[in-house]
């Protein structure tokens, strides 16, 4: 299983960006999808996740910035960031709870994606 981030740039404080993360390999399905972000010199934090059933959580800060979703006919998950800050400069990491057989709900196991970077400008 391997995701796939991508999106990520260099804007001005007050544009947006979308970011994108696919999910491919062999698996049987996708459980909760997430979008993590470290900051330099800060821990990772969650961002925001979502469910299989569209289930959406948010950093509290965040939310009303930032929207997840997700496509699971294409196997991605989004994170739509308006308003985007300098605070908000970090690097963006998709990660995925991934079942991998269906006779099996206990194969199911957390990916990384390798990270996307964001630089939001003042």
């Known amino acids: 299983v391997q995701l796939q981030a991508s999106g990520g740039g260099l804007v001005q404080a007050g544009g947006s960006l979308r970011l994108s993360c696919v999910v491919s390999g062999g698996f049987f399905s996708i459980n909760d999808m997430r979008w993590h972000r470290q900051a330099p010199g800060k821990q990772r934090e969650l961002v925001a996740s979502i469910s299989s059933d569209g289930n959406m959580n948010y950093e509290e800060s965040l939310q009303g910035r930032f929207t997840i979703s997700r496509d699971n006919a294409m196997n991605t998950v989004y994170l739509r960031m308006n308003s985007l800050k300098p605070e908000d400069t970090a690097v963006y990491y998709c990660?995925?709870?991934?079942?991998?057989?269906?006779?099996?709900?206990?194969?199911?196991?957390?990916?990384w994606g390798q990270g996307t970077e964001v630089t939001v400008s003042s």
């Open positions: 990660n995925a709870n991934v079942r991998l057989l269906r006779l099996n709900p206990a194969s199911s196991y957390e990916y």
